[in-house]
């Protein structure tokens, strides 16, 4: 079952290294924190807090990964990984993004749009530069098959939408 978000202040913490552009009190400001892949947050927590209440996964998700995590949530991001057993994501969202953004969606733009369809209160994120630094966790940037030029136009579009109300960079 997924999480409960609805009315809820979310903070989307995204994969890119520019999180650490400063410090921040995160865990005690937001009743939702959402986090991508393997960016376990221990010895970071300045920047990006140490709760974990939703994990996206478009990776394997092993039993240490869900111990460093200590999520109430797991919910799988990519096709690949989908199990009948767990919270997957909708398959209708993954082709409508495939659709918009002609290109296989990251789990980043994958929560996102996840997110604002919960009827959340509102939406905060951060570690979000569409590749401009490399990931955080990996310090790689990995392209792959995803088009980051379509994911931030989309992203910058819904942000415009709410005048930036409810989706913004904290």
Known sequence: MYYDFKHKNI???GSASSVFDRERDIDSKYDVIVRLNRGVPTGKEKFIGSRTDVLFLSCNITEEMLREFNSDCVILASPKRWDADKNNFPITYWSTLFYLLNARPSTGIM???FLIHMHIKSLGFIGFDFMNTPSWYTNVSRVGP???DAECAYFNFMIK??????YRAI
């Not at 939408?161 to 409810?166: A, C, D, L, P, S």
Request: net charge neutral; no cysteine.
């Open 11 to 13: 903070l989307l913490i």
């Open 146 to 148: 995803h088009n980051y």
């Open 161 to 166: 939408e709410t005048n930036g109300k409810i």
């Open 111 to 113: 929560a996102f749009y």
